[in-house]
């Protein structure tokens, strides 16, 4: 069984793999964007193709002018340190030169620069890192810059959005989850003799010990002070109640593989519960998640 300390980052890896690619539509415009390594790399060939066919020729000439390559030495020296500052500063003083020519490969390949790449393929392009790409927006059209940079904070803010909902909820249903067949199987084990029914009851009293020990009271009388809510105690339990019944599913397995009577273990629990969240509410190395709902609301 996976360990329940290290679901939080496998789902958080699964949540940035998730969608690496996608699309800033701005003013009839499609720009293409992909993440690599947690940073944003946008399409200059799309935001070309805004203002003309011949994007390719449109990125080279910026690419030539002096602020520009100041701009790229400037970014590379503070974020590539394998970056050949010398052979950019011969680039440097060309420009200006009528006959001062330069490509992207030979960018790339003469100062080892990593903020311009080109992808090859039928998505392919001229991508840059957001902070040369808006560089380059500045250059063709500050107005359309900020359009760009506008649609660019929205999807920026939609994508932590579904992330918080995703680590603050779905994280939650599983923590409750992952220790369900470790306790049942205690249970069975331990608690149920041969050929004896009433097995429902059984477990309903093995939850409310969980529900008493966190919450302070059973789902019953959880159910009863609150006739109109849909779901169960759980589904109304902030995320650090979750948590902590995740843990104490596993440490009630054990006691009762311990052969611990129900008194016994009631007083355990609710005294790991109530040291376990102290803990979770005042540490402050856990991110702060919203809960979608409050117990009692």
Known sequence: MQAVWELPILL???IEMAKKQGILKVQGSEIRLYREQKEDFISLTDIARKFNPKTGQLILNWLRNRSSISFLGAWESLHNPNFNVLEF????????????????????????????????????????????????LSYLSPTFKLYVFKEFQRLKQLDEAKKQEALGWNLKRMLTKVNYTVHTDAI??????????????????????????????????????NPDLKGNIRDYASTEQLLVLANLEAVNAELIRMQLSQDE?????????????????????????????RLGN
């Open 265 to 293: 273990r009631a007083d355990i629990l609710n005294q790991a519960a109530i040291k376990q969240m102290q803990s979770l509410l005042t540490s402050r190395s856990l991110p702060k998640m919203e809960d979608p709902k």
């Open 12 to 14: 958080f890896s699964f």
């Open 89 to 136: 500063e011969n680039i440097k003083n060309q420009t200006g030169d009528p006959t001062f020519t330069l490509s992207l490969t030979e960018w790339i390949e003469k100062t080892g620069a990593l903020g311009i790449r080109s992808k090859k393929g039928r998505y392919g392009g001229t991508y840059a890192h957001q902070d040369i790409a808006f560089e380059f």
């Open 188 to 225: 069975k084990e331990e608690l149920i003799p041969p050929r004896v029914s009433g097995q429902g009851f059984i477990y309903a009293g093995e939850a409310d010990i969980l529900n008493v020990a966190v919450f302070g009271l059973t789902a019953k009388f959880w159910r009863q002070q």
